[in-house]
């Protein structure tokens, strides 16, 4: 769920935070008209909405131009990412770019990926929560800042990119 | 479109470049050109030996850091994202260093239409 809407921010703060809305709004429409049919995809739709909302209002506040939504990616689709087409796989390839260091790939991936709670995290990498928190930020942090691709790689990139260390 | 600086670190000065890498930071913004990105600002630094430095009221002879790769240039580049970016910089001639690619702070492009 997490991986469809980043797909649709870009932005992992803005995605946890739609999805977080989608829960809030399920247990108030769910309460009232009963549990939908398929509830996983109901939370999904809810939450990508919710993100779109987001991006626009974002865009609209920065631009101060009712600009469209930018396309997020200038490049025709990579047909690479059409052959796997999972967006989990995105999100990890993005939580695991090298730009980042191990630890913060690996808690990121923890964290966002498998949905392990940051205690959890912090536990089984022995360090104390705000120090796992603070980690988890920064990584966040410097996927917004420095651009970091929400894709899977190329098909000459994947070597090097699966195979490291 | 956004916008990232790349540090050049070299250790060798840059009067005893040879001729190919000083020709390869003349064909640097064509080549940048050629794979979608626009070097948009670039300059090259004489020797560290030249620097002052102010802390304060005191002035010292030489770099403010010192180290043993030393900065000798920048150029700021637009890439569509850090992946491209990071290619792009991987253009940059060395010959004993490497580069350093940093994202500038609020220098997001927006493109026309």
């Known amino acids: 769920m997490l991986a469809a809407t980043v797909r649709v921010?870009?932005?992992?703060?803005?995605?946890?935070?739609?999805?977080q809305d989608a829960y809030v709004q399920a247990l108030v429409?769910?309460?009232?008209?009963g549990v939908p049919a398929k509830p996983g995809a109901w939370l999904t739709t809810v939450a990508r909405r919710r993100a779109l909302n987001l991006v626009r209002r974002r865009r609209t506040?920065?631009?101060?131009?009712?600009?469209?939504?930018?396309?997020a990616d200038a490049d025709p689709p990579d047909p690479d990412v059409d052959a796997i087409p999972d967006?989990?796989?995105?999100l990890i390839f993005t939580c695991c770019h090298p730009a980042l260091a191990l630890e913060a790939q690996v808690a990121l991936t923890l964290r966002l990926v498998c949905g392990i709670a940051t205690p959890d995290v912090a536990h089984a990498f022995l360090v104390s929560e705000t120090t796992m928190a603070a980690r988890l930020t920064r990584a966040k942090k410097k996927i917004a800042a420095a651009r970091i691709r929400y894709a899977v790689p190329a098909a000459r990139e994947l070597p090097a990119r699966v195979e490291r260390r | 479109m956004a916008q990232?600086?790349?540090?050049?670190?070299?250790?060798?000065?840059?009067?005893?470049?040879?001729?190919?890498?000083?020709?390869?930071?003349?064909?640097?913004?064509a080549r940048v050109d050629e794979q979608g990105g626009i070097i948009v600002a670039g300059l090259a630094l004489e020797?560290?030996?030249?620097?002052?430095?102010?802390r304060g009221e005191t002035l010292t002879d030489g770099p403010f850091i010192e180290t043993k790769e030393v900065l000798g240039g920048v150029f700021v580049?637009?890439?569509?994202?850090l992946d491209h970016a990071l290619a792009l910089a991987k253009l940059?001639?060395?010959?004993?260093?490497g580069v350093e690619v940093r994202p500038l702070v609020g220098f997001e492009v927006v493109e026309d239409g």
């Open chain 1, 9 to 19: 921010t870009c932005d992992l703060d803005a995605a946890e935070e739609a999805v």
């Open chain 1, 29 to 33: 429409t769910w309460a009232r008209d």
């Open chain 1, 61 to 71: 506040l920065e631009t101060k131009l009712a600009l469209l939504i930018e396309p």
């Open chain 1, 87 to 90: 967006d989990r796989l995105r």
């Open chain 2, 4 to 29: 990232y600086a790349v540090l050049i670190f070299e250790r060798v000065a840059p009067a005893d470049l040879p001729a190919e890498i000083m020709q390869g930071h003349q064909d640097l913004p």
């Open chain 2, 47 to 54: 020797p560290p030996d030249t620097a002052t430095a102010i």
């Open chain 2, 77 to 81: 580049l637009e890439a569509r994202d």
């Open chain 2, 92 to 97: 940059t001639p060395i010959v004993d260093g």
